[in-house]
């Protein structure tokens, strides 16, 4: 897997979000950063721990201007009926994308080999649709929203300052480096 830098594939899809069923393509991606957050499947154990963890840091998402859009191979109509029988899930309010044709996922080449369930993913795309970060884990590591923040911002820090970089553990407020030949083999 190395779509880093790629752009976003075609699709059409259609998510629960807020209670109405919509549909989204990737042209409603463009403009502004997004987080495809993918995950197995619904009523399942470690992605409504990871779902929810999420839905409790999206107003944070969206001042920093970032739309998420949860994706599983599950139909929109199970995310609704998820969204009704459990208090986790019912708190979220960002997009459920069901792709239960694999094509959203195939696109972002996480689709797990002969089993129909996307992989535990979560792709950071920039407003021009480019992918700028990826993470995949096994099937038992929940992911962590607070780091996940932590990597947006370091994002976009990068992507409004050409020319410098962000450290590891990096924080916003915090130094950055300007790579230059002055700093080879002082770091």
């Known amino acids: 897997m190395n779509l880093m830098n790629t752009q976003i594939r075609p699709f059409k899809a259609t998510a629960f979000k807020e209670g109405e069923f ?17 995950y197995p499947a ?5 992605c409504p721990t990871e779902l929810g963890d999420l839905a409790d840091y999206y107003d944070e998402l969206q001042k ?13 109509f199970t995310h609704k009926a998820w969204h009704e029988a459990s208090d986790t899930i019912a708190k979220i309010k960002y997009y459920m994308i069901g792709d239960p044709s694999g094509e959203l996922t195939n696109n972002f080449e ?9 992989d535990r993913a979560t792709f950071l795309i920039d407003p021009d649709g480019v992918i700028q970060f990826f993470e995949v884990s096994s ?3 929940g992911r962590n929203a ?5 990597k947006v911002k370091a994002a976009q820090y990068v992507a409004a300052h050409p020319g410098e970089v962000c450290p590891a553990k990096w924080e916003e407020g915090e ?8 700093l080879v083999g002082k770091i």
Do not use: C
């Open 175 to 182: 130094e950055t480096l300007a790579p230059s030949l002055d």
């Open 42 to 46: 619904d009523f399942s154990f470690v």
């Open 64 to 76: 920093l201007g970032v739309e998420v859009y949860s994706v599983s191979t599950d139909t929109h």
């Open 139 to 141: 099937e038992g590591i």
């Open 146 to 150: 607070a780091e996940l923040i932590r």
């Open 22 to 38: 919509v549909e989204l393509t990737e042209q409603d991606v463009l403009g502004k950063w997004a987080i495809f957050f993918f």
């Open 110 to 118: 996480n689709m797990r080999e002969g089993v129909g369930l996307a």
